[in-house]
């Protein structure tokens, strides 16, 4: 079976309700963020982005805010369903001459019926 | 379908043992990263290749090499394989222009070093 996330912080939510997922992020000059998804034994996908002009962004059923001023990012999915049950991580883009993603460790988010 | 192909899916291998994992893209990105992903601590860069013919190392390169044979292949080979290498690794490619700075990742290789 899957052994990634077994010791995530885990976000336990009724089938219905909303979730939000808090992310810190680390590096101030960091201009471009995603979250991904990643369901047990696949790789992560990719859910939505923003850049750091922007400090909400929505999507179907998922919105991120920004909050550059103490460098934090958060998911909030909407209607919370069985099939959204994944870890969920955030990643900042640091420009630098390249691209490059920087995760963070990860969210279990476990939906109950 | 277009995508990230990673091969193979699982391996077990013996300690000192060597091993190439394969990575394929089709959606003609120019970089393309391996990453390395354990339990409670997310995924961690091995190497990147921001272009075909130059590779990087990034947070955690020892133990590993790699090759970008050509724009769409890029390979991690484990010259000597070790317990500590068990984990599972992504590869990953990423488009150009910043309207496009997002991964798309493989499914993964399961590999134990036993």
């Known amino acids: 079976g899957e052994s990634v996330g077994l010791h995530l912080p885990t976000l336990s939510v009724q089938e219905g309700d909303n979730s939000i997922i808090n992310c810190a992020y680390s590096n101030s000059a960091s201009d471009y ?11 992560p996908q990719f859910i939505i982005d923003i850049r750091s002009n922007m400090d909400k ?3 179907q059923r998922v919105t991120v805010l920004l909050n550059k001023t103490v460098k934090h990012l958060s998911l909030q999915i909407a209607a919370t369903q069985p099939g959204d049950s994944a870890v969920y991580f955030c990643a900042e883009n640091i420009f630098g001459g390249y691209n490059k993603l920087i995760f963070g460790a990860g969210t279990r988010l476990a939906v109950h019926p | 379908n ?8 699982f391996q077990v291998l013996k300690t000192g043992q060597s091993m190439t994992l394969q990575c394929a893209q ?3 990105h120019n970089s393309m990263y391996w990453y390395r992903q354990d339990p409670g601590m997310g ?3 091995i190497y990147y290749s921001a272009s075909e013919g130059t590779t990087d190392k990034g947070e955690v390169p020892n133990g590993y090499n790699v090759s970008r044979l050509n ?9 000597s394989a ?6 599972v690794y992504f590869c990953a490619s990423q488009g150009t222009g910043r309207a ?6 493989g499914s993964g290789t399961r590999l134990t070093v036993v």
């Open chain 2, 71 to 79: 724009k769409r292949e890029f390979s991690l080979r484990l010259e």
């Open chain 2, 100 to 105: 496009n700075y997002g991964y798309t990742f």
């Open chain 2, 26 to 28: 089709d959606m003609n």
């Open chain 2, 82 to 87: 070790a317990p500590s290498q068990t984990s």
């Open chain 1, 57 to 59: 962004r929505q999507g």
């Open chain 1, 33 to 43: 963020f995603i979250w991904y998804k990643q369901e047990s034994g696949k790789g």
């Open chain 2, 43 to 45: 995924l961690r860069l």
């Open chain 2, 2 to 9: 277009a995508g990230v192909t990673q091969t193979p899916k």
